[in-house]
């Protein structure tokens, strides 16, 4: 891949492990915003640092120009989670994966299928070779989350992110390669 950018697909719905993910819609503003005072998004989402608002976030998310994004929704179209993946590179042929759980669903491993739905699709659909997954130390939930998903454990970056409380934390990187066992297997056709 030599682009200036990876080609990403149009917003699509991707299915797996019981959960639909969908692209995000204006009407999903009312369920994220009931959210907005959870600590831990507060902690170590970004849901809670966008200046734009809850509006401003799902607009960004709605349009697949650097990234692709989902909310996971139950057969009610409930919200129990969000994830993307972004931060593609064309010429490494990598991107990263970032998730949430609703905490009135947290608890039963939403996060960890939704990543594994989430990381089948963009192997399937984009021609990147390698996603990573980076969590700071002390959130030891993600790091579970990464580990379950069939992210392998790489090592510990020192002061690498600056998360919304201001400061910069110690991250854990995780890693998933397209050829790992049973990668493509999440995503249903
Ligand atoms: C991290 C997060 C996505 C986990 O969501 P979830 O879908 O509820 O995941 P689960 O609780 O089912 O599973 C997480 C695992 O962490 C474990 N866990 C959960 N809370 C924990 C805690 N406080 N300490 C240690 N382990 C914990 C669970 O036992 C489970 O372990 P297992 O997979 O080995 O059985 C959720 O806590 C969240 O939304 N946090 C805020 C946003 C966030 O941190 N996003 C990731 C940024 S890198």
Known sequence: MTSSSVPLPPPTDARGLGLR????????EQALAAM??????????????????????????????DHLSWAVVDDADRLLAGVSV???????ASASVGYWTAPTQRGRGVAAMATR????FAFRTTAIER?????A??????????????F???????????YPDGRLHDEHLHALL????????????
Do not use: M, Y
């Open 21 to 28: 993910l969908r692209p995000w819609r204006a009407s999903d």
């Open 36 to 65: 907005a005072d959870d600590p831990l998004l507060r902690q170590w989402s970004p849901l809670s640092r966008d200046a734009t608002g809850v509006a401003g976030w799902i607009a960004k998310r709605a349009v697949w120009d």
């Open 86 to 92: 972004w931060q593609f590179d064309p010429v490494q």
């Open 117 to 120: 739905v989430a990381t089948a």
């Open 131 to 135: 996603l990573t997954c980076f969590h």
């Open 137 to 150: 130390v002390e959130n030891i939930a993600s790091c579970h989350v990464a580990t379950r998903a069939g």
């Open 152 to 162: 392998l454990f790489e090592g510990t970056l020192r002061q690498s992110w600056r």
């Open 178 to 189: 397209r050829d790992d066992p049973g990668v493509l297997d999440a995503l249903e056709r």
